[in-house]
Protein backbone atom coordinates (compact mmCIF):
# COMPACT_ATOMS: atom_id res chain seq x y z
CA UNK A 1 0.00 0.00 0.00
CA UNK A 2 1.41 3.65 -0.70
CA UNK A 3 0.94 6.55 1.73
CA UNK A 4 -2.67 7.22 0.28
CA UNK A 5 -3.90 3.36 0.73
CA UNK A 6 -2.26 3.38 4.22
CA UNK A 7 -4.38 6.09 5.83
CA UNK A 8 -7.68 5.32 3.84
CA UNK A 9 -7.10 2.16 6.00
CA UNK A 10 -6.60 3.44 9.52
CA UNK A 11 -9.49 5.38 8.76
CA UNK A 12 -11.78 2.95 7.68
CA UNK A 13 -10.51 0.84 10.87
CA UNK A 14 -11.09 4.22 13.64
CA UNK A 15 -14.58 4.40 11.92
CA UNK A 16 -15.29 1.09 11.78
CA UNK A 17 -14.35 -0.72 14.99
CA UNK A 18 -16.43 1.89 17.51
CA UNK A 19 -19.41 2.25 15.46
CA UNK A 20 -19.50 -1.67 14.81
CA UNK A 21 -19.06 -2.27 18.54
CA UNK A 22 -21.91 0.27 19.42
CA UNK A 23 -24.03 -1.25 17.17
CA UNK A 24 -23.16 -4.85 18.33
CA UNK A 25 -23.42 -4.02 22.25
CA UNK A 26 -26.89 -2.26 21.51
CA UNK A 27 -27.88 -5.66 19.61
CA UNK A 28 -26.06 -7.82 22.14
CA UNK A 29 -27.83 -6.17 25.62
CA UNK A 30 -31.27 -6.06 23.57
CA UNK A 31 -30.73 -10.49 23.74
CA UNK A 32 -32.78 -12.90 26.34
CA UNK A 33 -29.91 -14.41 27.87
CA UNK A 34 -31.15 -14.80 31.59
CA UNK A 35 -35.13 -14.12 32.24
CA UNK A 36 -37.34 -16.81 31.85
CA UNK A 37 -38.89 -16.33 28.00
CA UNK A 38 -41.75 -18.30 29.17
CA UNK A 39 -42.87 -15.59 32.11
CA UNK A 40 -42.13 -12.78 29.39
CA UNK A 41 -44.87 -14.45 26.87
CA UNK A 42 -47.36 -15.53 29.56
CA UNK A 43 -47.10 -11.72 30.41
CA UNK A 44 -47.81 -10.99 26.92
CA UNK A 45 -50.68 -12.95 26.24
CA UNK A 46 -53.86 -10.74 25.89
CA UNK A 47 -57.57 -11.43 27.10
CA UNK A 48 -58.82 -14.56 28.72
CA UNK A 49 -57.24 -17.83 28.59
CA UNK A 50 -60.05 -19.88 26.66
CA UNK A 51 -57.09 -23.43 26.04
CA UNK A 52 -53.79 -23.97 26.61
CA UNK A 53 -51.77 -26.91 25.51
CA UNK A 54 -48.34 -27.41 26.12
CA UNK A 55 -45.75 -30.38 25.55
CA UNK A 56 -41.97 -30.61 25.18
CA UNK A 57 -41.42 -28.23 22.04
CA UNK A 58 -44.43 -25.79 22.38
CA UNK A 59 -46.72 -24.00 24.59
CA UNK A 60 -49.94 -23.09 22.62
CA UNK A 61 -52.29 -20.86 24.40
CA UNK A 62 -55.88 -19.81 22.90
CA UNK A 63 -57.09 -16.67 24.37
CA UNK A 64 -60.23 -14.00 22.92
CA UNK A 65 -60.69 -10.56 23.91
CA UNK A 66 -63.95 -8.65 22.92
CA UNK A 67 -62.90 -8.01 19.31
CA UNK A 68 -60.75 -11.40 18.12
CA UNK A 69 -59.47 -14.51 19.23
CA UNK A 70 -55.73 -14.96 19.85
CA UNK A 71 -53.78 -17.97 18.89
CA UNK A 72 -50.68 -17.35 21.18
CA UNK A 73 -47.61 -20.14 20.48
CA UNK A 74 -44.35 -19.98 22.29
CA UNK A 75 -41.96 -22.21 20.38
CA UNK A 76 -39.25 -23.76 22.34
CA UNK A 77 -37.23 -25.66 19.96
CA UNK A 78 -36.51 -24.59 16.52
CA UNK A 79 -38.96 -26.78 13.97
CA UNK A 80 -38.01 -29.21 11.50
CA UNK A 81 -38.61 -26.52 8.84
CA UNK A 82 -37.31 -23.01 9.31
CA UNK A 83 -40.08 -21.48 7.92
CA UNK A 84 -43.48 -22.74 8.73
CA UNK A 85 -46.81 -21.90 8.10
CA UNK A 86 -49.79 -21.79 10.33
CA UNK A 87 -52.92 -21.90 9.18
CA UNK A 88 -56.44 -22.32 11.24
CA UNK A 89 -58.28 -25.65 10.72
CA UNK A 90 -61.60 -24.54 9.07
CA UNK A 91 -65.11 -26.28 9.74
CA UNK A 92 -64.29 -29.72 7.54
CA UNK A 93 -61.40 -30.06 9.87
CA UNK A 94 -58.69 -29.25 7.04
CA UNK A 95 -56.44 -26.45 6.02
CA UNK A 96 -58.85 -23.19 6.30
CA UNK A 97 -56.71 -19.44 6.51
CA UNK A 98 -53.77 -18.58 6.62
CA UNK A 99 -52.88 -17.40 9.99
CA UNK A 100 -49.07 -16.71 9.84
CA UNK A 101 -45.80 -18.04 9.86
CA UNK A 102 -43.46 -19.66 12.67
CA UNK A 103 -39.26 -18.92 11.76
CA UNK A 104 -37.81 -19.78 14.68
CA UNK A 105 -37.67 -20.16 18.83
CA UNK A 106 -39.90 -17.75 20.55
CA UNK A 107 -43.62 -16.19 21.11
CA UNK A 108 -46.00 -15.42 18.24
CA UNK A 109 -49.56 -14.45 18.55
CA UNK A 110 -51.73 -14.99 15.50
CA UNK A 111 -55.67 -12.77 15.34
CA UNK A 112 -58.31 -14.31 14.18
CA UNK A 113 -61.99 -12.70 14.31
CA UNK A 114 -63.84 -16.32 14.08
CA UNK A 115 -63.18 -18.93 16.84
CA UNK A 116 -59.94 -21.22 15.85
CA UNK A 117 -60.73 -24.80 16.58
CA UNK A 118 -57.13 -25.81 16.23
CA UNK A 119 -54.01 -24.83 13.52
CA UNK A 120 -52.05 -27.04 11.11
CA UNK A 121 -48.19 -26.22 10.14
CA UNK A 122 -46.99 -26.40 7.38
CA UNK A 123 -43.91 -26.95 5.52
CA UNK A 124 -45.03 -25.44 2.52
CA UNK A 125 -41.85 -26.26 0.37
CA UNK A 126 -41.62 -29.65 0.44
CA UNK A 127 -45.61 -29.13 0.57
CA UNK A 128 -45.67 -31.25 4.09
CA UNK A 129 -47.65 -31.06 7.34
CA UNK A 130 -45.67 -30.82 10.11
CA UNK A 131 -48.12 -30.69 13.12
CA UNK A 132 -52.12 -30.68 13.55
CA UNK A 133 -53.61 -29.42 16.86
CA UNK A 134 -57.31 -29.46 17.98
CA UNK A 135 -58.69 -27.98 21.01
CA UNK B 1 3.99 -11.01 -15.10
CA UNK B 2 2.46 -8.40 -16.74
CA UNK B 3 2.35 -10.04 -20.17
CA UNK B 4 -0.71 -11.99 -20.06
CA UNK B 5 -3.33 -12.45 -17.21
CA UNK B 6 -2.76 -15.75 -16.12
CA UNK B 7 -2.86 -16.24 -12.28
CA UNK B 8 0.46 -16.06 -11.05
CA UNK B 9 3.18 -18.49 -10.42
CA UNK B 10 1.15 -22.13 -9.66
CA UNK B 11 4.05 -23.31 -7.73
CA UNK B 12 3.77 -26.10 -5.77
CA UNK B 13 3.82 -23.98 -3.01
CA UNK B 14 0.66 -22.75 -4.04
CA UNK B 15 -0.69 -26.11 -4.56
CA UNK B 16 0.13 -27.47 -1.66
CA UNK B 17 -1.95 -24.18 0.29
CA UNK B 18 -4.86 -25.11 -2.08
CA UNK B 19 -5.04 -28.46 -0.99
CA UNK B 20 -5.02 -27.65 2.49
CA UNK B 21 -7.28 -24.87 2.39
CA UNK B 22 -9.97 -27.18 0.35
CA UNK B 23 -9.25 -30.01 2.53
CA UNK B 24 -10.32 -27.55 5.37
CA UNK B 25 -13.15 -26.79 3.82
CA UNK B 26 -14.56 -30.16 3.08
CA UNK B 27 -13.60 -30.98 6.86
CA UNK B 28 -15.29 -27.80 8.52
CA UNK B 29 -18.53 -28.62 6.38
CA UNK B 30 -18.63 -32.78 7.52
CA UNK B 31 -18.01 -31.76 11.32
CA UNK B 32 -20.80 -29.13 11.05
CA UNK B 33 -23.34 -31.46 9.55
CA UNK B 34 -22.21 -34.80 11.63
CA UNK B 35 -22.68 -32.52 14.74
CA UNK B 36 -26.18 -30.51 13.87
CA UNK B 37 -27.43 -33.93 13.04
CA UNK B 38 -26.17 -35.34 16.24
CA UNK B 39 -27.99 -32.35 18.59
CA UNK B 40 -30.74 -31.36 16.23
CA UNK B 41 -32.10 -33.98 13.82
CA UNK B 42 -35.03 -32.28 13.23
CA UNK B 43 -33.52 -29.85 10.81
CA UNK B 44 -34.07 -29.88 7.36
CA UNK B 45 -31.49 -30.29 4.43
CA UNK B 46 -32.10 -26.54 3.76
CA UNK B 47 -31.29 -25.28 7.05
CA UNK B 48 -28.86 -27.21 7.20
CA UNK B 49 -27.14 -25.67 4.09
CA UNK B 50 -28.34 -22.29 5.02
CA UNK B 51 -26.29 -22.65 8.67
CA UNK B 52 -23.07 -24.61 6.94
CA UNK B 53 -22.25 -22.25 4.72
CA UNK B 54 -22.79 -19.53 5.91
CA UNK B 55 -20.83 -19.60 9.05
CA UNK B 56 -17.99 -20.97 7.09
CA UNK B 57 -18.05 -18.25 4.68
CA UNK B 58 -17.96 -15.80 8.07
CA UNK B 59 -14.79 -18.38 9.59
CA UNK B 60 -13.00 -17.60 5.92
CA UNK B 61 -13.99 -13.63 5.87
CA UNK B 62 -11.95 -13.77 9.14
CA UNK B 63 -9.03 -15.51 8.80
CA UNK B 64 -8.55 -13.84 5.14
CA UNK B 65 -9.25 -10.37 7.14
CA UNK B 66 -6.44 -11.18 9.68
CA UNK B 67 -3.85 -12.23 6.64
CA UNK B 68 -3.10 -8.95 5.72
CA UNK B 69 -2.43 -7.12 9.37
CA UNK B 70 -0.54 -10.31 10.26
CA UNK B 71 1.93 -9.96 7.61
CA UNK B 72 2.67 -6.32 8.14
CA UNK B 73 3.36 -7.37 12.05
CA UNK B 74 5.40 -9.96 11.19
CA UNK B 75 6.74 -11.06 7.61
CA UNK B 76 6.45 -14.82 8.84
CA UNK B 77 3.13 -14.98 8.14
CA UNK B 78 3.63 -14.20 4.67
CA UNK B 79 3.36 -17.36 2.87
CA UNK B 80 -0.21 -17.62 3.67
CA UNK B 81 -0.72 -14.24 1.70
CA UNK B 82 0.15 -16.65 -1.65
CA UNK B 83 -3.29 -18.21 -1.30
CA UNK B 84 -5.76 -15.53 -0.22
CA UNK B 85 -6.98 -14.28 -3.54
CA UNK B 86 -8.64 -18.18 -3.57
CA UNK B 87 -9.54 -18.05 0.07
CA UNK B 88 -11.76 -14.90 -1.52
CA UNK B 89 -13.00 -16.31 -3.82
CA UNK B 90 -14.19 -19.50 -2.16
CA UNK B 91 -15.63 -17.29 0.59
CA UNK B 92 -17.81 -15.69 -1.74
CA UNK B 93 -18.69 -19.29 -3.50
CA UNK B 94 -19.82 -19.91 -0.09
CA UNK B 95 -21.61 -16.50 0.57
CA UNK B 96 -22.94 -17.11 -2.52
CA UNK B 97 -24.50 -20.84 -1.67
CA UNK B 98 -25.49 -19.56 1.59
CA UNK B 99 -27.18 -16.51 0.36
CA UNK B 100 -29.41 -18.46 -2.01
CA UNK B 101 -30.64 -21.05 -0.14
CA UNK B 102 -31.57 -18.43 2.43
CA UNK B 103 -33.69 -16.47 -0.93
CA UNK B 104 -35.38 -19.76 -1.64
CA UNK B 105 -36.29 -20.80 1.49
CA UNK B 106 -37.49 -17.73 2.73
CA UNK B 107 -38.20 -15.45 -0.18
CA UNK B 108 -39.68 -18.06 -2.94
CA UNK B 109 -43.20 -18.81 -1.62
CA UNK B 110 -44.86 -15.38 -2.32
CA UNK B 111 -45.96 -13.75 -5.86
CA UNK B 112 -43.57 -10.91 -5.13
CA UNK B 113 -39.81 -11.38 -6.89
CA UNK B 114 -37.46 -13.13 -4.47
CA UNK B 115 -34.84 -10.44 -4.58
CA UNK B 116 -37.65 -7.38 -3.91
CA UNK B 117 -38.93 -9.99 -1.22
CA UNK B 118 -35.94 -9.38 0.58
CA UNK B 119 -36.31 -5.33 0.44
CA UNK B 120 -39.78 -5.23 0.93
CA UNK B 121 -40.72 -8.20 3.37
CA UNK B 122 -39.66 -6.36 6.48
CA UNK B 123 -39.54 -2.77 7.31
CA UNK B 124 -39.21 -2.33 10.40
CA UNK B 125 -36.17 -0.98 10.40
CA UNK B 126 -35.78 0.88 13.86
CA UNK B 127 -35.90 -2.40 15.85
CA UNK B 128 -32.86 -3.93 16.67
CA UNK B 129 -34.95 -7.44 17.48
CA UNK B 130 -36.76 -7.81 14.18
CA UNK B 131 -34.62 -5.52 12.23
CA UNK B 132 -34.67 -6.72 8.47
CA UNK B 133 -31.38 -8.49 8.75
CA UNK B 134 -31.30 -9.57 5.61
CA UNK B 135 -30.68 -7.32 3.26
CA UNK B 136 -27.76 -6.73 5.37
CA UNK B 137 -26.81 -10.00 4.15
CA UNK B 138 -27.24 -9.22 0.66
CA UNK B 139 -25.72 -6.19 0.65
CA UNK B 140 -22.43 -7.57 1.64
CA UNK B 141 -22.90 -10.29 -0.85
CA UNK B 142 -23.04 -8.13 -3.82
CA UNK B 143 -19.60 -6.35 -2.34
CA UNK B 144 -18.53 -9.90 -2.60
CA UNK B 145 -19.68 -10.97 -5.47
CA UNK B 146 -18.00 -7.44 -7.24
CA UNK B 147 -14.92 -8.12 -5.42
CA UNK B 148 -14.54 -11.94 -6.56
CA UNK B 149 -15.39 -11.03 -10.23
CA UNK B 150 -12.41 -8.55 -10.16
CA UNK B 151 -9.99 -10.89 -8.69
CA UNK B 152 -8.29 -11.60 -11.70
CA UNK B 153 -4.78 -9.99 -13.05
CA UNK B 154 -6.80 -8.56 -16.08
CA UNK B 155 -9.42 -6.36 -13.67
CA UNK B 156 -5.63 -5.54 -11.83
CA UNK B 157 -3.70 -4.46 -14.72
CA UNK B 158 -6.32 -2.45 -16.43
CA UNK B 159 -7.76 -0.56 -13.40
CA UNK B 160 -4.48 -0.12 -11.70
CA UNK B 161 -3.43 -1.61 -8.64
CA UNK B 162 -3.90 1.57 -6.38
CA UNK B 163 -7.63 1.89 -7.78
CA UNK B 164 -7.89 -1.99 -7.37
CA UNK B 165 -6.80 -2.05 -3.58
CA UNK B 166 -8.77 0.69 -3.15
CA UNK B 167 -12.01 -0.72 -4.44
CA UNK B 168 -11.41 -4.53 -2.55
CA UNK B 169 -10.95 -2.22 0.87
CA UNK B 170 -14.93 -2.66 0.22
CA UNK B 171 -14.26 -5.98 1.90
CA UNK B 172 -13.90 -4.01 5.35
CA UNK B 173 -17.51 -2.62 4.67
CA UNK B 174 -18.79 -6.46 3.48
CA UNK B 175 -17.29 -7.37 7.06
CA UNK B 176 -19.40 -5.06 9.22
CA UNK B 177 -22.93 -5.84 7.18
CA UNK B 178 -22.37 -9.43 8.02
CA UNK B 179 -21.29 -8.75 11.22
CA UNK B 180 -24.59 -7.06 11.80
CA UNK B 181 -26.16 -9.57 9.67
CA UNK B 182 -25.21 -11.90 11.92
CA UNK B 183 -26.06 -10.32 15.15
CA UNK B 184 -29.26 -8.58 14.24
CA UNK B 185 -30.30 -11.59 12.60
CA UNK B 186 -29.73 -15.01 13.71
CA UNK B 187 -28.63 -14.38 16.99
CA UNK B 188 -31.70 -12.31 17.59
CA UNK B 189 -33.64 -15.63 16.60
CA UNK B 190 -31.61 -18.29 18.55
CA UNK B 191 -29.64 -16.37 21.27
CA UNK B 192 -26.59 -18.44 21.83
CA UNK B 193 -23.90 -17.60 24.42
CA UNK B 194 -20.88 -19.91 22.61
CA UNK B 195 -21.88 -18.64 19.30
CA UNK B 196 -21.84 -14.91 20.12
CA UNK B 197 -18.84 -15.21 22.08
CA UNK B 198 -16.83 -16.39 19.03
CA UNK B 199 -18.25 -13.68 16.96
CA UNK B 200 -17.03 -10.81 19.42
CA UNK B 201 -13.82 -13.13 19.85
CA UNK B 202 -13.72 -12.64 16.17
CA UNK B 203 -14.13 -8.91 15.80
CA UNK B 204 -12.00 -7.57 18.95
CA UNK B 205 -9.41 -10.27 16.80
CA UNK B 206 -9.70 -8.76 13.64
CA UNK B 207 -10.44 -4.60 14.43
CA UNK B 208 -7.35 -4.85 16.87
CA UNK B 209 -5.27 -6.28 14.42
CA UNK B 210 -6.21 -3.84 11.75
CA UNK B 211 -5.52 -1.01 14.36
CA UNK B 212 -2.26 -1.96 15.39
CA UNK B 213 -0.89 -2.76 11.98
CA UNK B 214 -2.45 1.06 10.91
CA UNK B 215 -0.52 2.41 13.60
CA UNK B 216 2.39 0.80 12.96
CA UNK B 217 2.51 1.92 9.86
CA UNK B 218 1.71 5.76 10.34
CA UNK B 219 4.53 5.77 12.97
CA UNK B 220 7.21 4.35 10.49
CA UNK B 221 5.39 7.12 8.05
CA UNK B 222 6.26 9.53 10.07
CA UNK B 223 9.91 8.98 11.25
CA UNK B 224 11.59 12.01 10.15
CA UNK B 225 15.41 11.31 8.56
CA UNK B 226 17.76 14.44 9.08
CA UNK B 227 18.19 16.37 5.95
CA UNK B 228 21.62 17.72 4.53
CA UNK B 229 21.80 21.18 3.88
CA UNK B 230 22.51 19.99 0.38
CA UNK B 231 18.69 17.81 0.17
CA UNK B 232 20.28 14.86 0.54
CA UNK B 233 18.90 12.26 4.07
CA UNK B 234 21.04 10.80 5.53
CA UNK B 235 18.97 7.24 6.22
CA UNK B 236 21.79 4.70 7.15
CA UNK B 237 25.06 2.97 7.05
CA UNK B 238 26.07 0.64 4.32
CA UNK B 239 26.80 -2.15 6.37
CA UNK B 240 23.30 -1.99 7.85
CA UNK B 241 22.25 -3.84 4.47
CA UNK B 242 22.97 -7.47 3.90
CA UNK B 243 23.81 -8.41 0.66
CA UNK B 244 21.08 -8.85 -1.81
CA UNK B 245 18.68 -7.30 0.23
CA UNK B 246 17.07 -4.56 1.52
CA UNK B 247 16.21 -1.95 3.79
CA UNK B 248 12.99 0.02 3.81
CA UNK B 249 12.72 4.05 4.51
CA UNK B 250 9.80 6.39 4.61
CA UNK B 251 10.83 9.18 2.58
CA UNK B 252 8.54 12.04 1.81
CA UNK B 253 5.77 9.92 3.33
CA UNK B 254 6.50 6.72 0.29
CA UNK B 255 7.92 3.66 1.19
CA UNK B 256 11.38 3.11 -0.49
CA UNK B 257 13.77 0.12 -1.23
CA UNK B 258 17.85 0.12 -0.50
CA UNK B 259 19.15 -2.80 -2.14
CA UNK B 260 22.77 -3.65 -1.78
CA UNK B 261 24.14 -5.95 -4.29
CA UNK B 262 27.70 -6.89 -6.49
CA UNK B 263 29.42 -3.79 -4.63
CA UNK B 264 26.63 -1.31 -5.23
CA UNK B 265 23.21 0.38 -3.93
CA UNK B 266 20.22 1.39 -5.89
CA UNK B 267 16.85 2.70 -4.59
CA UNK B 268 13.44 1.80 -5.83
CA UNK B 269 9.87 2.68 -4.62
CA UNK B 270 8.77 -0.11 -2.23
CA UNK B 271 5.31 -1.15 -3.76
CA UNK B 272 5.32 -3.58 -6.42
CA UNK B 273 3.12 -2.59 -9.49
CA UNK B 274 1.33 -6.19 -9.46
CA UNK B 275 -0.51 -5.89 -5.85
CA UNK B 276 1.18 -3.56 -3.65
CA UNK B 277 3.51 -5.99 -2.18
CA UNK B 278 6.57 -4.38 -0.48
CA UNK B 279 9.43 -4.90 -2.39
CA UNK B 280 11.85 -4.36 -0.21
CA UNK B 281 10.67 -7.42 2.07
CA UNK B 282 12.28 -9.26 -1.12
CA UNK B 283 15.65 -10.12 -2.61
CA UNK B 284 17.83 -10.19 -5.58
CA UNK B 285 17.72 -13.13 -8.02
CA UNK B 286 19.05 -13.16 -11.11
CA UNK B 287 20.10 -9.23 -10.83
CA UNK B 288 16.24 -8.45 -10.43
CA UNK B 289 14.70 -7.36 -7.31
CA UNK B 290 11.80 -10.01 -6.58
CA UNK B 291 8.62 -9.21 -5.07
CA UNK B 292 8.12 -11.71 -2.06
CA UNK B 293 4.87 -11.72 -2.69
CA UNK B 294 3.79 -13.29 -5.95
CA UNK B 295 7.49 -12.87 -7.72
CA UNK B 296 7.42 -10.13 -9.69
CA UNK B 297 10.74 -8.87 -10.88
CA UNK B 298 12.56 -4.98 -11.43
CA UNK B 299 15.73 -4.39 -12.41
CA UNK B 300 17.12 -2.39 -9.21
CA UNK B 301 18.99 0.51 -11.96
CA UNK B 302 15.79 1.07 -13.48
CA UNK B 303 13.12 -0.40 -11.75
CA UNK B 304 12.13 -1.50 -14.97
CA UNK B 305 11.10 -5.19 -15.47
CA UNK B 306 12.73 -7.59 -17.47
CA UNK B 307 11.45 -7.59 -21.27
CA UNK B 308 9.06 -8.43 -22.32
CA UNK B 309 7.45 -7.43 -19.05
CA UNK B 310 6.11 -3.53 -18.65
CA UNK B 311 5.80 -2.85 -14.68
CA UNK B 312 7.96 0.19 -14.07
CA UNK B 313 8.23 1.56 -10.16
CA UNK B 314 10.14 4.93 -9.23
CA UNK B 315 13.69 5.04 -9.00
CA UNK B 316 15.81 7.49 -6.40
CA UNK B 317 19.80 8.94 -6.66
CA UNK B 318 22.06 7.42 -3.37
CA UNK B 319 24.93 8.43 -2.16
CA UNK B 320 27.72 6.93 -0.51
CA UNK B 321 29.73 8.62 1.75
CA UNK B 322 32.15 7.66 4.85
CA UNK B 323 29.73 4.13 4.92
CA UNK B 324 26.59 6.52 5.18
CA UNK B 325 24.42 6.02 2.64
CA UNK B 326 22.52 9.49 1.58
CA UNK B 327 19.47 9.39 -0.42
CA UNK B 328 17.47 12.40 -2.75
CA UNK B 329 14.18 12.47 -1.67
CA UNK B 330 12.68 13.46 -4.90
CA UNK B 331 11.35 10.27 -7.12
CA UNK B 332 12.60 10.15 -10.88
CA UNK B 333 9.51 8.98 -13.08
CA UNK B 334 8.71 5.48 -13.22
CA UNK B 335 11.71 3.23 -14.81
CA UNK B 336 14.34 6.03 -14.73
CA UNK B 337 18.18 4.58 -15.26
CA UNK B 338 20.10 5.38 -12.26
CA UNK B 339 23.51 5.42 -11.35
CA UNK B 340 24.24 2.88 -8.99
CA UNK B 341 25.84 4.28 -5.74
CA UNK B 342 29.13 2.26 -5.36
CA UNK B 343 30.17 0.94 -1.71
Same mark, same amino acid.
Given at each position: ?135 | ?16 ? !? ?43 HIILIIGP ?28 ? &? ?34 ? /? ?16 ? !? ?46 ? /? ?18 ? !? ?19 IMENRAKI ?13 ? &? ?20 ? /? !? ?37 ? /? ?8 ? &? ?8
Open positions: MDYRLRTRHKWMWMILTPTLAIFLFLSAINLDFFSSSENLYMAEVKGNVVEEIENAEMKVVLSNTSEQYLLNIWLKSPLRATSSVVYEINGKGEKGEVLGQLQGIGSYSFPSTGIIRGFIVMDEIKNQQILKLEF | MGLDYKLVLWNKHKKKY !DKIFALSIVLYLVLFIVLTLLLNPEGTAETLIIRAFGSLAILMLLCRLNPQFLPILYNRRHLGVSMFLAALIH &GTFAIIQFHTLGNTNPIVSVFTSNLDYGSLTNFPFQ /VLGFLALLILFFMASTSH !DFFLKNLSPKIWKGLHMMVYVAYALITLHVFLGAFQQETSLPTIGIML /VGFILVSGLHLTAAFKETKN !DNIKKKKEEDGWLKVCQVREFTVNQERVAIFKYQ &GKLSAIHNVCKHQGGPLGEGKI /V !DGCVTCPWHGYQYLPQNGQSPPPFTEKVATYELRVQNGW /VFIKPEAFPE &GTEVEPAKI
